[in-house]
């Protein structure tokens, strides 16, 4: 009776663990994932704004030069 308590709380066991670690792994794997993922993103959308704010800047001198040539 002993014997089998044991088998049956050692196959018992096993099935819990398998049932906590497993899903915590794939959680943890599809956070890595999505950070990998944003940071792509973070790189891309930064440098399309740099880009476009360099451009702001960029027209915002060329009119500021117009005006002043303008002016003169």
């Known amino acids: 009776m002993p014997q089998e308590f044991l088998t049956y709380?050692?196959?018992?066991?096993?099935?819990?663990?398998?049932?906590?670690?497993?899903?915590?792994?794939?959680?943890?794997?599809?956070?890595?994932?999505i950070s990998s993922i944003v940071k792509k993103l973070e790189t891309i959308l930064g440098s399309s704004?740099?880009?476009?704010?360099?451009?702001?800047?960029?027209f915002k001198g060329g009119f500021n030069f117009l005006k002043k040539l303008g002016r003169k």
Do not use: N
């Not at 704004?49 to 960029?58: E, H, Q, V």
């Open 49 to 58: 704004y740099a880009i476009s704010r360099f451009l702001k800047k960029d």
């Open 9 to 33: 709380f050692f196959i018992l066991s096993v099935i819990l663990i398998a049932l906590v670690i497993v899903p915590i792994g794939i959680l943890i794997f599809i956070v890595i994932r």
